[in-house]
């Protein structure tokens, strides 16, 4: 585990100083590890971070954010949600994108929101933390794929990834309305062909493995990710913010 971690830390560093346009950056946050640890990671190469959380009113990751950014002590600005407009945008978004898949018009109705409030502050690019689910078993779907055996979890990494970078280009797209730019150094063809070359049991340890993402999460820590925040289990994006909530109320 130590040397898989070690190489995991300089691969990481490597992708995000490769990504990373400006000395002044936003980072996509909703306290989880993998936000938590770009944002660390970020900050130790150099980089001026602020943290960009978006939500609505009482929403978990407005709320478990502001806990974690405090402890972090990064610049941290958080935007919640009207909910009097939130249908419109939504109905907007759709059409830009017009796409039938719910989990690709959630992200980028949040990423619209993030791009928003990433204006506001004066930033033009913004950190992402996508890919390390996909690569890293983070998904409920990779517990399943794993009792058909690990060549179906490859295949599903696979697809997985083909299809966070398709939806990032609609995120991109959608985000270009306010000049911003998001930017994943996960998904960048060198990270994803080292992550795919871990050995499996570092990341997903059975079919009931609940937590999965296990040198990411021990990586996390060991840079200074709270623990709070290393061994949080996953909630996504979209569910934490309580945007696929009001969606499928207003649907």
Not at 113 to 135: F, R
Not at 175 to 182: E, G, W
Not at 202 to 213: E, N, V
Request: some cysteine; hydrophobic content about 40%.
């Amino acid at each position: 585990m130590e040397d898989i971690k070690a190489n995991l830390h300089q691969k990481m560093l490597h992708s995000i100083k490769m990504s990373i346009v400006n000395q002044k950056m936003g980072i996509a946050f909703s306290g989880g590890v993998d936000s938590s640890l770009l944002a660390k990671l970020s900050s130790d190469a150099g980089y001026d971070v602020t943290l960009l959380t978006i939500g609505f009113s009482g929403s978990h990751d407005i709320e478990f954010s502001q806990k974690i950014g405090k402890l972090l002590g990064y610049s941290h600005q958080i935007e919640e949600i009207d909910p009097n407009s939130f249908n419109h945008i939504s109905e907007e978004i759709r059409k830009v994108i017009d796409t039938d898949n719910l989990s690709w018009l959630e992200n980028c109705i949040a990423f619209y929101y993030v791009s928003k409030l990433a204006q506001k502050i004066g930033l033009n690019s913004v950190l992402t933390a996508n890919g390390i689910d996909e690569l890293f078993c983070g998904y409920n779907a990779y517990r399943e794929a794993l009792s058909d055996g690990p060549n179906r979890v490859s295949k599903l990494i696979e697809s997985k990834i083909e299809n966070e970078k398709n939806m990032m280009k609609s995120v991109n797209e959608v985000a270009s309305k306010f000049d911003v730019k998001f930017l994943q150094p996960f998904l960048s063809d060198d990270f994803i062909d080292y992550a795919k070359k871990v050995p499996l049991h570092f990341k997903i340890k059975g079919t009931d493995d609940l937590l999965r993402k296990h040198v990411i999460r021990e990586l996390a820590v060991a840079v200074g990710v709270p623990q709070q925040s290393a061994f949080k289990r996953k909630k996504a994006f979209q569910y934490g913010s309580l945007i696929h909530k009001t969606l499928m109320k207003s649907s």
